[in-house]
T-cell receptor, first 115, second 112 residues
Framework: AQSVTQPDIHITVSEGASLELRCNYS??????LFWYVQSPGQGLQLLLK??????LVQGIKGFEAEFKRSQSSFNLRKPSVHWSDAAEYFC?????????????FGSGTQLTVLP | DTAVSQTPKYLVTQMGNDKSIKCEQNLGHDTMYWYKQDSKKFLKIMFS???????INETVPNRFSPKSPDKAHLNLHINSLELGDSAVYFC???????????FGSGTRLTVV
């Protein structure tokens, strides 16, 4: 069964600092990989996704993520964080061979941005 | 236009009541989902429908019954509500070739 681990429950960074959120997955082959962001009281918004090809993926709001097969990781990065980036971030994996397109989500990382 | 809309946004009800949450998507997607997010923000899939056919039914109490009258709608009916059902319920949809989900804004259910 596929699983996702986000080791950091809560991260605090200063505005303008760089950010890296960690995500590790467990799956027999290369899964589909996603990052979502959830602002307070809102639904989840897709930031970026990886299916195949270039392992560095660009997303919305200046985010990027890098797939590293050897480390089973898909870490999210942003070079300069803005106060509006404060939110909950979820990594998710999907099964490319599955018919149901079910996503398994990590437990989330809460990002706090200091002024 | 809201892509995936859920109603109501908030629902407060007493134990033992029966309630429904509605979901509609106007994206033309062929698959819809219900996810439950608990107080620790953990998201777990409950159901998935593809073209009105149930394709995922995770281990949830049979008090929860999804209904999909057409591929644009997936409603969730809950019988005999319990305190432990309090959570945020998210509807989502996806299309075969894109795989990413579009989520609704959630329904916060509080059982008292």
């Amino acid at each position: 069964a596929q699983s996702v681990t986000q080791p950091d429950i809560h991260i605090t960074v200063s505005e303008g600092a760089s950010l890296e959120l960690r995500c590790n997955y467990s799956y027999g082959a290369t899964p589909y990989l996603f990052w979502y962001v959830q602002s307070p009281g809102q639904g989840l918004q897709l930031l970026l996704k990886y299916f195949s090809g270039d392992t560095l993926v660009q997303g919305i709001k200046g985010f990027e993520a890098e797939f590293k097969r050897s480390q089973s990781s898909f870490n999210l990065r942003k070079p300069s964080v803005h106060w509006s980036d404060a939110a909950e971030y979820f990594c998710a994996v999907g099964n490319p061979s599955g018919s149901a397109r079910q996503l398994t989500f990590g437990s989330g990382t809460q990002l706090t941005v200091l002024p | 236009d809201t892509a995936v809309s859920q109603t109501p946004k908030y629902l407060v009800t007493q134990m033992g009541n029966d309630k429904s949450i509605k979901c509609e998507q106007n994206l033309g997607h062929d698959t819809m989902y219900w996810y439950k997010q608990d107080s620790k923000k953990f998201l777990k899939i409950m159901f998935s429908y593809n073209n009105k056919e149930l394709i995922i039914n995770e281990t949830v109490p049979n008090r929860f019954s999804p209904k999909s009258p057409d591929k644009a709608h997936l409603n969730l009916h809950i019988n005999s509500l319990e305190l432990g059902d309090s959570a945020v319920y998210f509807c989502a949809s996806s299309q075969a070739e894109s795989y990413g989900y579009t989520f609704g804004s959630g329904t916060r259910l509080t059982v008292v």
